[in-house]
């Protein structure tokens, strides 16, 4: 689509000099910075380019849940302040009311979660060293032996489900000692916090089983060390938010 | 440029991955445009039952016969809803964005594909889910796009306000998940997958306006997620996050202590960041648009992009103007007005700087370019209210009336669309290798400029002499009977309006099939989706790496062979 008076565009001058025009004070060539552009270098997949890019959407998705979390943690604070009137005495009260939460049981929980994080970063260091000699088993006559490495992975995995099932049990103890999900805010958000806490962490067991079976199904060492360091960075990122959860409910009652 | 092996050069055969469940940010952008292009078409056809129904409330009406007033107040929510996530947050960033962010920057495709894919397919489940809102018992809910609580907590307040409301709040939920995996793919895709030369500096600015919106996004959607979460929990577990002591046909409802101004907080924290959301993107096509058909560098890049963060920054520590109304301490009111008020500075930063962009350039008044204008011009008349109702004495007189319906309807509904518009006209030859009609275009757009002054423009007045919102009619009130007349005037506009909608749609699917033929670069324009293929091909540059010389808007450079360089221009310039 030629346009007549593209000849006459000459007699346009821009008021800046030619070099600061929309790319910031630099001269046009030679290219500078820039990304990866997630082509990698021909035939080897660009592994180290793939597991920065998943960190970075991990980060993005950790950024999300805590503003989940910052905004349950607001409405937890903003609710314990209400008052509410109340019709005998004629004034406003506080009705937060308590929860008689089973913390031995909770702290049992804590510890296999914080247990299973050390194993899953065990198992993520494991993962990281076999991806980097992985080329070296390519080169004619080095043998890297017939190491076998603990499974840390399915240690994680059953400690997971450990906590999960505490979790369940806690549950259960709450209803017993008469705590339902409606019986004051305080149990309504004791019941709300550790199950949108627990969901989250059956996000992360799921993508465990799938870093688990990424290993049966004979994937590229380098691409399930992708799997397994995002799980592992997210598995340790539950236990920090179930700590936090933890210390919310225990401390700010 | 480097030509190389590349997994994403083999194209999935089949019309199911093809064009179905495709993994091509390309397909799904255009998914993702016919999805909010069937949403604005069912989100106007609510507005032109609501229009019609106010001048003639006793009109018996397709699909609904004669509307009720609770019916009324389903049509607003609906219209609300849809309009705001289908359209709004729909089309600008996973239509427009989806196709154009990659191809920009010199990618091949999205960072996650399969995660793309999801987000497009969540949010299709998220539009069935709201339409479904019309069909159950009791109908679509009553409780506005903004759902306040306690009437949207509390299932008999009201019909629609059962099944009809969980359907709302779970639809939402869905939509807040697919925008929150958007986003995170959106944002990965900007910062890692740029091409070589593609520096933060020389993005076009619609990949600066997509990148601070799916930010954006990635904040304000997860606390939309809790406070849904509360509010179906309050509805359906008994729990009292928002409902205090209430009583409902003179039933004690079973909660106590609830806030609603808990959900207010909660639903504008969300909601503000949303209105920027919506209109971000729209910026980045006009300063897109306005620097190409101008043939002249935007004024101002660096300018653009901080006005643009600093928008993102303020959007979020002003959702409480939304709430003058509700009883909050006036000191927070003044806090909020004040950061309000200072986003008139990089709003009128941008607007300074698309009007030097035009300043004597060799302007092409093409349909795309006139879109551009006319966004200009709605920013500029649906912001200047802004400042007014930022100053809480004025907005406790004009909350409840229709300057709001005005002002924000001309922002963030008008001004948001033109920027589609405008992007639409820009990108489609790029998108189906055709041109556009441009005759009927500029038809389009004059009937469409004409007729949103005259429906939105009249709002303003009417706010000021007191008319109310959110009332289904007007006839039985003695005090408002007297602004009849404008609202006539408003109905008609909005029917000519709408029916001029058709010329656009006719001269969409037409120009598909029957256009003639648009070569690769037919704007002359710079940036890298005009250095490829049209349309482009599956791994958008042929097996081609694109790297990248030039920053994105040089126009008119003294002693270029042409008057703009493109961005991957290997020579750089000749001389100076």
């Known amino acids: ?253 | 440029m480097v030509a190389m092996e590349n997994p994403h050069a083999h194209a999935p055969q089949g019309f199911i991955r093809k064009y179905i469940f495709s993994l091509d940010h390309k397909v799904i952008g255009i998914q993702y445009f016919f999805l909010a292009l069937t949403a604005v078409f069912v989100g106007m056809f609510l507005s032109l039952l609501m229009r019609i129904h106010l001048v003639w409330p006793n009109a018996v009406l397709p699909l609904v016969g004669t509307i009720q007033p609770e019916t009324y107040l389903s049509l607003l929510t609906m219209h609300g809803t849809i309009m705001v996530f289908f359209v709004l947050t729909t089309a600008p960033q996973g239509g427009f964005g989806n196709y154009f962010l990659p191809i920009q920057i010199g990618a091949p495709d999205m960072a996650f594909p399969v995660l793309n894919m999801l987000s497009f397919w969540t949010t299709f489940v998220g539009f069935v889910v709201i339409i479904a809102a019309f069909f159950v018992t009791g109908g679509a809910p009553l409780h506005g796009w903004t759902g306040y609580a306690p009437l949207s907590a509390l299932p008999s307040a009201g019909p629609g306000e059962g099944l009809g409301a969980d359907l709302w709040i779970t639809s939402i939920a869905i939509f807040c998940v697919a925008s929150l995996m958007g986003a995170l793919n959106f944002i990965t895709t900007t910062l890692d997958l740029r091409a070589k030369g593609m520096t933060m500096m020389r993005m076009p600015l619609t990949v600066w306006s997509w990148f601070i919106t799916a930010i954006l996004g990635l904040l304000a959607f997860g606390v939309l997620l809790s406070a849904g979460i509360l509010l179906l929990m309050d509805r359906n577990l008994g729990t009292s996050f928002y409902v205090p002591l209430v009583v409902v046909n003179g039933q004690i409802m079973g909660h106590k202590g609830g806030s609603p101004l808990l959900w207010q907080h909660l639903f504008w924290f969300f909601g503000h960041p949303e209105v920027y959301i919506a209109i971000l993107p729209g910026m980045g096509v006009a300063s897109q648009v306005l620097s190409t058909f101008s043939r002249k560098p935007i004024f101002g890049y660096r300018a653009m992009v901080y006005a643009m963060l600093s928008i993102g920054f303020f959007g979020f520590m002003v959702w409480g103007h939304h709430m003058f109304m509700s009883g909050m301490s006036p000191y927070s009111a003044f806090a909020f007005s004040l950061l309000t008020m200072c986003i008139g500075v990089p709003s009128a930063i941008k607007t300074f700087n698309w009007l030097g962009t035009m300043w004597k350039g060799r302007i092409r008044f093409q349909t795309p370019m006139l879109y551009a204008i006319g966004f200009v011009s709605l920013f500029v008349s649906g912001g200047l209210s802004g400042p007014f109702l930022a100053q809480p004495v004025l907005d406790i007189q004009l909350h409840d009336t229709y300057f709001v319906v005005g002002h924000f309807h001309l922002i963030m509904g008008v001004a948001a669309i033109f920027g589609m518009f405008a992007a639409t006209y820009y990108w489609f030859p790029k998108m189906f290798g055709r041109m556009m009609n441009e005759t009927w275009g500029k038809i389009h757009f004059f009937l469409t400029l004409a007729g949103t002054y005259a429906i939105f423009m009249p709002m303003h007045y009417l706010g000021l002499a007191g008319g109310t919102r959110r009332y289904s009619q007007y006839t039985e009130v003695a005090y408002l009977a007297k602004l009849m007349p404008l609202h006539h005037f408003m109905t008609w506009a909005a029917i000519i309006t709408i029916a001029a909608q058709f010329i656009f749609v006719i001269n969409l699917f037409w120009s598909m099939f029957k256009g003639p033929k648009a070569s690769d670069n037919p704007w002359e324009a710079t940036t890298l989706e005009w250095t490829t293929a049209t349309p482009p091909p599956h791994d958008n540059f042929g097996g081609v790496t694109p790297v990248v010389n030039h920053g994105p808007y040089e126009y008119g450079v003294p002693g270029a062979a042409k008057d703009y360089v493109m961005q991957n221009d290997p020579a750089g310039v000749t001389a100076h």
């Open chain 1, 1 to 253: 689509m030629g346009h007549p008076r593209i000849q006459e565009m000459a007699t346009f001058t821009p008021t800046t000099p030619l070099d600061d025009i929309g790319h910031g004070h630099k001269p046009p060539a030679p290219p500078v910075g820039g990304g990866d552009d997630g082509r990698g270098g021909g035939d080897v997949p660009n592994y180290g380019a793939r597991l920065r890019r998943a960190r970075l959407g991990l980060a993005c998705g950790i950024a999300t849940v805590c503003m989940v979390f910052i905004s349950l943690t607001s409405a937890y604070i903003v609710r314990q302040g209400l008052p509410t009137f109340d019709g005998a005495s004629n004034t406003y009260v506080r009705d937060w009311g308590k929860t008689d939460l089973p913390w031995s049981l909770l702290g049992i929980n804590t510890a296999l979660l914080l247990v299973s994080s050390v194993t899953m970063e065990l198992a993520r260091r494991d993962a990281a060293r076999r991806a980097a000699l992985a080329p070296l088993a390519g080169i004619p006559g080095v043998s890297l032996g017939n190491e076998k490495s603990f499974p840390w992975l399915g240690v994680t995995v059953l400690l997971g489900i450990g906590f999960l099932a505490g979790q369940w049990l806690a549950w259960s103890e709450l209803h017993a000692r008469g705590f339902y999900v409606s019986t004051n805010p305080s149990s309504s958000f004791a019941f709300l916090l550790t199950i949108v806490h627990a969901l989250h962490l059956t996000g992360g067991m799921i993508a465990l089983v799938w870093a688990a079976s990424a290993s049966l199904l004979k994937k590229p060492v380098e691409s399930r060390r992708i799997v397994v360091d995002i799980t592992a960075w997210y598995w340790h990122f539950m236990a920090v938010l179930w700590i936090y959860v933890f210390a919310l409910l225990g401390f700010v009652r």
